[in-house]
């Protein structure tokens, strides 16, 4: 062991004979199906292209999806995050339905294929199946691009008490609501009267301007005030994005427990803007990462541009410290692991990453700037072994089935653009 390796405050890094040993990273945000289309709505629709634009896109790409290709993009996507350090995955997942808006065969069919996924490549799963069930805050039907998306809430609980007997120690069903415009307040309650108390509740919110003035227009208020003050939000709680906030919505949110899901790159590929950083460690609030639509599939990445937003807006440097560290990759990687048990429902501490101690990026390093080195120093990917339930999964920085996964995964992208 190396005598500096206790240098370092938290659970990491250690070092022995294979390299620098730290925890697996939870992505507590992930719509697997867009990792395929990552790249393909760069390209100017309207002079003020945003989310709203984008959006479209994604839609007319997710009507050619079937279980099949689901499992296949999954695949490919999560042997990615194993290979970049996420151990553990929250999917996020409301592309429930044929694109006719029928139930397939079996109405579960689209989420036991990225179970299998999951099961496939050895990556720690948290399926959130995603209650959606109207076009906006006024109660709008949905659109033909959305009928896949939609339950009623009997039909969205029988999807749930189906998928919950398959929980295993890598594997855990939880629950998320798309958003405040997508479910009605009333079958939000209903749902929570009837999820188990250990489940995980996530919920995209607060992530447009445009979502936060519909909110005030017909609700009289904003949306994380209106989630804090109808709703029973506490540690089990996950809010997505939650980029525009007031003070009190920031401290509103810490003071509850529940957990923010940022993700960086995909904020701000989408032009979406930044979260409150700053002001939210001072409240003492609890977050995590996750990559979203999947434009970038780096924990280092999320992580450095986390960073690096509150730097550009503020014209300061080192940003996300804590008062018992300077180091800024200190209290971003504390941050991640302390959010992932709640945020995952998976309390585990045996997934572990090995980072290359021979890279010429970490010649000379110690614990107390391993985590700094690893964030900031580069692009090169420097994981090298990555370990998940005491099983290695990845290999001198190769997933053990890369090369059949991308094959097929390759058949399927070409499907979809053919």
């Not at 939870?26 to 289309?37: C, D, E, G, I, P």
């Not at 109660?139 to 189906?162: E, I, K, N, T, Y």
């Not at 990759?329 to 021979?358: E, N």
């Amino acid at each position: 062991m190396d005598n500096d390796s206790n240098a370092a405050n938290g659970p990491f890094p250690q070092r022995d004979d294979h390299g620098w040993r730290i925890p697996g990273i939870a992505n507590l945000h992930s719509h697997a199906f867009q990792r395929a289309m990552a790249g393909l709505a760069e390209r100017q629709t309207h002079p003020e292209d945003s989310f709203w634009t984008w959006r479209e896109t994604m839609y007319r790409f997710a009507e050619r999806m079937t279980p099949e290709r689901n499992y296949a993009i999954a695949r490919q996507l999560y042997a990615e995050m194993l290979e970049a350090g996420y151990t553990r995955v929250c999917e996020f997942h409301y592309l429930h339905h044929a694109p006719d808006g029928q139930p397939y065969a079996d109405p579960a069919a689209m989420s036991r294929a990225l179970i299998a996924a999951a099961g496939d490549v050895g990556i720690r799963m948290t399926l959130l199946p995603v209650l959606y069930m109207t076009g906006g805050f006024d109660g709008r039907p949905l659109s033909a691009r959305q009928r896949r998306f939609g339950h009623d809430v009997d039909g969205f609980l029988r999807l749930l008490s189906s998928l919950r007997g398959e929980q295993s120690e890598m594997l855990r069903i939880g629950c998320a609501f798309h958003s405040l415009r997508a479910v009605p307040e009333a079958a939000m309650r209903e749902v929570l009267a009837a999820l188990p108390a250990e489940a995980p509740v996530h919920i995209h919110i607060a992530e447009q301007i445009g979502e936060v003035q519909d909110c005030l227009a017909l609700r009289d208020a904003r949306p994380v005030e209106w989630l804090l003050d109808r709703m029973p939000v506490d540690a089990r709680w996950t809010l997505v994005h939650a980029t525009h906030l007031t003070a009190a919505e920031t401290a509103g949110i810490a003071g509850s427990g529940a957990t923010v899901a940022i993700c960086p790159t995909t904020e701000a590929n989408l032009g979406d803007g930044l979260f409150p950083l700053r002001d939210y460690l001072d409240a003492g609030g609890a977050w995590g990462i996750g990559s979203d639509s999947h434009i970038s599939v780096s924990p280092v990445e999320e992580l450095r541009w986390l960073e690096y937003g509150q730097r550009l807006i503020t014209r300061h440097r080192n940003i996300a410290v804590r008062a018992d560290s300077p180091s800024v990759g200190q209290t971003l990687l504390a941050g991640v692991q302390a959010s992932a048990a709640a945020a995952t429902g998976m309390d585990i501490d045996d997934d572990h990453l090995l980072l290359d101690a021979d890279s010429a990026i970490l010649a000379g390093a110690h614990a107390s700037d391993l985590a700094d080195r690893w964030i900031f120093s580069g692009n090169r990917n420097l994981i090298r072994d990555v370990h998940v339930a005491g099983r290695q999964v990845v290999a001198n920085g190769r997933h053990r089935d890369a090369d059949e996964i991308g094959a097929r995964y390759r058949e399927v992208v070409n499907e979809l653009l053919a």
